[in-house]
C-alpha cells in the first residue's frame, strides 16, 4: 500500500540553527499537506503544496514539493523555542479524502 | 465556532470495559475521522466517514466501531477495550482533500 516516509524521526538543534524535515512517497501524489504538533496539542494545518517543483514561505518556514510529486521537505531558518514540536507530512490515500501521515519529525530547540 | 470537540479529554478503562469517544464539528464538514497516536507511529487512520450515512475502514480498525450520526457528529466505540488500545485518539473534519482540522483529542488508558 501507500506509504508516506518521513527522516529524520527526531532533531535536536539550538536555538538559532535550521532545521529540515523530509517526506518521500511510494507513489506520486496529487498534493502534500504539512502538519505542525506541539508537545500536548494536537496536529494544526500549516500549508498544502499542489504543484510539481512549488515552493513557498511562511516567515522562516519554506516548503517545496518535489518536480516528482514524490518528495517534499520542511526547512526551518534561524529556529526559535516557539518551533518546538513535532512536524508530520501527509500525502492523499485514496478517493474518499482521507490522508496517509507520515511519522512525524519530532524538533526539539535548544534555548 | 468551537471547531472540532471530543469529549471526554482523558479516560482510564479496565480491560473488557467499552466506551463511546464523541466527536462533533461544527464547520458543516462532509468528511470526518478517527486517528489514533502512538509514540514513534504518527498518526493512524482508524475508520472515516466521507459524507453523512457512510463509513469506512482505515489502517487499523480492528476493535472499533463507529457511527456517523449527522453531518455533526461521529462518534467511536471501544466495544471490549483492550491494553492495546491505549493510546491518545483524535477526531478530525475537513472538506475532501482539503485541510483536516483536528479536535484537541482523548487520552486513554486500557488497565
Known amino acids: 500500500g501507500q506509504q508516506v516516509m518521513q527522516i529524520p524521526q527526531y532533531q535536536h538543534v539550538q536555538e538559532g540553527e535550521d532545521f529540515t524535515t523530509y517526506c518521500n512517497s511510494s507513489?506520486?501524489?496529487?498534493?502534500i499537506q504539512w502538519y505542525k504538533q506541539r508537545p500536548g496539542g494536537h496536529p494544526v494545518f500549516l500549508i498544502q503544496?499542489?504543484?510539481?517543483?512549488e515552493v513557498k514561505k511562511q516567515k522562516r518556514l519554506t516548503f517545496q514539493f518535489g518536480e516528482a510529486k514524490k518528495n517534499s521537505s520542511l526547512h526551518i531558518t534561524a529556529t526559535q523555542t516557539t518551533d518546538v514540536g513535532t512536524y508530520f507530512c501527509?500525502?492523499?490515500?485514496?478517493?474518499?479524502?482521507?490522508?496517509?501521515f507520515g511519522k512525524g519529525t519530532k524538533l526539539s530547540v535548544k534555548p | 465556532n468551537a471547531g472540532v470537540t471530543q469529549t471526554p479529554k482523558f479516560q482510564v478503562l479496565k480491560t473488557g470495559q467499552s466506551m463511546t469517544l464523541q466527536c462533533a464539528q461544527d464547520?458543516?464538514?462532509?468528511?470526518m475521522y478517527w486517528y489514533r497516536q502512538d509514540p514513534g507511529m504518527g498518526l493512524r487512520l482508524i475508520y472515516y466517514?466521507?459524507?453523512?450515512?457512510?463509513?469506512d475502514k482505515g489502517e487499523v480498525p480492528n476493535g472499533y466501531n463507529v457511527s456517523r450520526l449527522n453531518k455533526r457528529e461521529f462518534s467511536l466505540r471501544l466495544e471490549s477495550a483492550a491494553p492495546s488500545q491505549t493510546s491518545v485518539y483524535f477526531c478530525?473534519?475537513?472538506?475532501?482533500?482539503?485541510?483536516?482540522?483536528f479536535g484537541p483529542g482523548t487520552r486513554l488508558t486500557v488497565l
Open positions: 478530525a473534519s475537513s472538506r475532501p482533500g482539503n485541510e483536516q482540522f
Open positions: 507513489t506520486t501524489l496529487s498534493n
Open positions: 503544496l499542489v504543484k510539481s517543483g
Open positions: 501527509a500525502g492523499p490515500g485514496g478517493s474518499q479524502g482521507n490522508l496517509i
Open positions: 464547520m458543516n464538514h462532509n468528511s
Open positions: 466517514s466521507a459524507s453523512e450515512g457512510t463509513t
